[in-house]
């Protein structure tokens, strides 16, 4: 069975220094994963996706994630934070089996609630 | 190109009444999964419809319905609202069966009083 654990509920940082948010994952296949990210009163915006291409995933404002498979993690990081980095991410895993069985179901994790001070 | 859209973005609704939401996918898009967000549950998978077909399906109780029309749309209905059915409904699309990446709307916010 699939699973996803955020390791902090919450995150707190201040403008201009690095972003660790921390995700351990659990499939019995070659997962794929995700990071996404909700603006308060937002739906979710897709940052990355990693589906085996490379272990280090590039993903949008400057974010990226990085498949380390022995460790069972995909942590996101941010070199430096800005103010609209203020959100809440979502950790998600997938993987085929589990499409190919029963379709593309996304499982969460709880989410890390990040805060950037001034 | 469009994203997803989802109608309404707001509702309240009293314990009993019956509710439909409406979810456009992108222009191309044949899949479309509902999940349910909620502060105590996180977010939770509803079902996925294929080609006006439902795929699977989360654990949710019968009251929680979905269709899916020959254009891809898609509504979901819960019938005899209850309290715990306040939350936000995202749906997401993806562009074909199968496919993992999926696109979010920005969701519906259901409160029942």
């Known amino acids: 069975a699939q699973s996803v654990t955020q390791l902090d509920s919450h995150v707190s940082v201040s403008e201009g220094t690095p972003v660790l948010l921390r995700c351990n994952y659990s499939?019995?296949?070659?997962?794929?994963l995700f990071w996404y990210v909700q603006h308060p009163n937002k739906g979710l915006q897709l940052l990355l996706k990693?589906?085996?291409?490379?272990?280090l995933v590039k993903g949008i404002n400057g974010f990226e994630a990085e498949f380390k498979k022995s460790e069972t993690s995909f942590h996101l990081t941010k070199p430096s934070a800005h103010m609209s980095d203020a959100a809440e991410y979502f950790c998600?895993?997938?993987?085929?089996?589990?499409?190919?069985?029963?379709?593309?179901?996304?499982?969460f994790g709880q989410g890390t609630e990040l805060s950037v001070k001034p | 190109k469009a994203g997803v859209t989802q109608t309404p973005r707001y509702l309240i609704k009293t314990r009993g009444q019956q509710v439909t939401l409406s979810c456009s996918p992108i222009?191309?898009?044949?899949?479309v999964s509902w999940y349910q967000q909620t502060p105590g549950q996180g977010l939770q998978f509803l079902f996925e419809?294929?080609?006006?077909?439902?795929?699977n399906k989360g654990n949710f109780p019968g009251r929680f319905s979905g269709r899916q029309f020959s254009n891809s749309r898609s509504e979901m209905n819960v019938s005899t609202l209850e309290l715990g059915d306040s939350a936000l409904y995202l749906c997401?699309?993806?562009?074909?069966?199968?496919?993992?990446?999926?696109?979010f709307g920005p969701g519906t916010r259901l409160l029942v009083l």
């Open positions: 998600v895993v997938s993987d085929l089996k589990t499409v190919y069985n029963q379709g593309g179901k996304l499982i």
């Open positions: 419809y294929f080609s006006e077909t439902q795929r």
């Open positions: 222009s191309g898009h044949r899949s």
């Open positions: 499939s019995s296949y070659s997962p794929s």
């Open positions: 997401a699309s993806s562009l074909r069966e199968y496919q993992e990446t999926q696109y």
């Open positions: 990693y589906t085996s291409a490379a272990t």
